[in-house]
């Protein structure tokens, strides 16, 4: 399991050491579930943990490392996980146009071929 100093990262340092291979979404996930099943009931925190369906979007992440993951609180209290793909057709124009369009495909290019 991951350290409460790695599950308090910025996202975006969590990103870099996923894609980087230091870490893996599944060992990410399973030490976010960890957490939320031994804090969730001292906090009241959680209707359901959908351990499972995190865990199917994490295999899928290691695979896909361009994404993000949404949370969502249903109406029922529980909070759903959803990995989302991002195509490299998803990247605003302005995004692209700032950073140069070469620069835009190569990464995800140079993402797919690692993979």
């Excluded at 290691?62 to 998803?90: H, K």
């Excluded at 950073?99 to 797919?112: G, M």
Aim: glycine share 4%.
């Amino acid at each position: 399991m991951l350290g409460e100093d790695t599950l308090y990262m910025p996202v975006r340092e969590l990103g870099k050491r996923i894609r980087s291979k230091q870490i893996s979404p599944i060992e990410l996930t399973e030490s976010y579930i960890a957490r939320s099943e031994r804090l969730g009931p001292k906090l009241n925190a959680y209707v359901t943990i959908t351990r499972e369906l995190a865990l199917q979007q994490a295999r899928a992440a290691e695979t896909n490392v361009y994404g993000y993951l949404l949370a969502q609180v249903q109406p029922s209290g529980e909070i759903q996980f959803t990995f989302r793909r991002l195509r490299e057709s998803d990247v605003p124009a302005a995004v692209v146009d700032r950073y140069k369009p070469e620069f835009a495909h190569w990464c995800f290019a140079e993402n797919s071929a690692a993979h």
